[in-house]
C-alpha cells in the first residue's frame, strides 16, 4: 500500500488542468431581422448558383471549386494544422531515440616504454619462467595486441510529466486552430462561388448593354440612310441628317468600352478559377442573355445565420484557442518532472581477444521549479489573456458584420426590385414616346429634334434597366453569400494535397 500511494498522488496530480475552461459566449444577435423577409425561397444554399438556371456559371464554379488557388491554400492551411495537433500531442508522450558509438584505440610507444609494455613485459616473462623451469628469457612483445575496439548500442527514452495540463491545453489549442482552420477554408468557398457568380453577372450585364447601344447604333444607322437619300432631294433639311450622324456616333462611341469592361471581367473569372486571363475569351465572348432572376431565400433567425456562417464559426473556434493559450502559459508557473531511462549494451575486444559484454541501465528524474523569473511567467499569462480580448472582439465583430449583410441585402434587394419595376415601365414609354415623334414627324407636325430627343431617352432608359437587372441579380448574390451559402457539411479539405507540376526535388 505504501509503495502505490506514490503513484497514486501522481495521478491525481496529472489530473489537473490548470487556466480557464472555455465556454463559447453569447452571440449579440436580436431576435430576428429589421427588413422584411421574403415569402419565396426553395434555393439550396449549398449550390445556390445552379437557381440562375445558367449552365456556363455553374461550369465556371465548378472549375473554381476543384482549381482555384484560394481554396489550394486554404486546404494547404488545414492540413498545416492537423499537424500542428500531431506535434501537440506528440509533446505529452514520452520519445524515444536510437544510440550506437563506435572506438578504436591504438597504443603506440613513444620514447621510455609505456605501461603496457611494461605489463606485456612481466606476462611474456611469466610465461618464459613457466616454460624453461624458472629461468628469465627474453619476451616477444610484437605479440601482443595493442588495438582496443569497443562496440555499444542502446536507446534513451524520456518523458516530462503533464502534470498540471499545460501540454493538455496546448492540444486544445492546436485542435481548435485546426478547426478554425477547416471553418475559414469553407468561407474561403463562399466567397469564392459568390466572386465568381458577382463577376460573371457584371460581364454578362456588360456584353447585354453593349448589345443595346449596337442595336440602337444600327436603327439610327437605317434612319440616317433615310434622312440623307430624302434630303438629297430636298425634301428634309441636310441639318437633320448632320444631327442625326452625330447622335449615331455618340451611340456607337458606347460600344467599345463596354466591350472592354466584359473583357477585363472575363480575365478576372479567369485567375478567380486559376486560369490564364485569356483562357476564357472564347467561351465566354459569346451573345447570352442574362440568367433568370432566382428565387430570394430567406434568412431565417439570426441566431441560424450564426451557426452557418463559417466567418463567424472560425472566430469562435480562434477564441478557444486563445482561451486555452492562457493553461499553457499558467502551467509554466508550476514544476516541471522529467523522467529518462537510457539502457544500453556493450562489448570490447582487445585485438582478437574478446573481453566480453556489458549492460548498463541508467534512469534518472530531474525537477525545475520556477523561483524568480522579474515576471516574466505573470508578463506571458497576461499576454495570452490580452490576445483573449482580442479574439473575443474580433469574434463579436464578425457576428455583428454578418448581421449587417443579410440587412444591407435584404434591403438593397427590395430598393432594386421596385427601382426594376420603374424603370422597364419607363423602357416602355420611351418606346412609346419615340414612335409618336417619329409619326409626327414623317407628317411634318414635328421637326427632328423631338426624334433625336426621344431616341436619346430610349437608349438611357435601356441602358438604366440593363444595370438595374445586373444589380438585382448580384444582390441576390451577396445574400445568397451573407446567409453562409456555397458549402455543405460533406465539403471537407484533403489531408493530402493533390499538386500537379510540382518542383522536383534535387
Known sequence: ????????????????????????????????????????????????????????????????????????????????????????????????????????????????????????????????????????????????PRDFHTFSAGFDASWELDLFGGVRRSVEAARAQEQAARWTARDARVSLVAEIASDYL?????????????AEADRQARALSILQHTAQVGLVPQGNAIRQRTQLAQAQAQIGPLKAQAGAQIHAIGVLIGEAPEALIAELNTDVALPKVPPQVPPGLPVDLIRRRPDVRAAERQLASATAQIGVAVADLYPKISLTAMPQLATAWLGGFFLGKTFQLTAQGSASFPIFDFGARRAA??????????????????VLGALRDVEDALVRIAGERDSNADLRGGVAAAHRSLATVEAQYQVGLQDYTPVLDGQQQLLQAQNSLAQSDVRLRTDLASLYKAVGGGWSEGDAPPMRPAIQDAPKKR
Not at 480557464?20 to 453569447?26: D, F, G, H, Q, S
Not at 499569462?381 to 464578425?398: F, K, L, P, V
Open 381 to 398: 499569462i497576461s499576454e495570452r489573456e490580452e490576445q483573449r480580448e482580442q479574439a473575443y472582439i474580433q469574434w463579436r465583430q464578425t
Open 202 to 214: 457584371q460581364m454578362r450585364g456588360y456584353q447585354e448593354q453593349a448589345r443595346i447601344a449596337a
Open 1 to 144: 500500500m505504501r509503495r502505490s500511494a506514490p503513484l497514486l498522488l501522481l495521478l491525481l496530480a496529472s489530473a489537473c488542468t490548470v487556466g480557464p475552461t472555455y465556454k463559447a459566449p453569447e452571440p449579440p444577435a436580436p431576435a430576428a431581422f429589421a427588413e422584411p423577409q421574403p415569402t419565396d425561397g426553395g434555393v439550396d444554399l449549398a449550390t445556390w448558383w445552379t437557381a440562375y438556371d445558367d449552365p456556363e456559371l455553374t461550369h465556371l464554379i465548378e472549375l473554381g471549386l476543384a482549381q482555384a488557388p484560394d481554396l489550394q491554400t486554404a486546404e494547404s492551411r488545414v492540413r498545416e494544422a492537423r499537424y500542428e495537433v500531431i506535434a501537440a500531442r506528440s509533446a505529452g508522450l514520452p520519445s524515444v531515440n536510437g544510440t550506437g558509438n563506435a572506438e578504436y584505440l591504438k597504443f603506440q610507444q613513444i620514447g621510455q616504454k609505456s605501461d603496457i609494455d611494461k605489463l606485456a613485459q612481466q606476462i611474456g616473462g611469466a610465461q618464459a619462467g613457466n616454460a624453461t623451469g624458472g629461468t628469465g628469457s627474453s619476451t616477444n612483445l610484437g605479440s601482443i
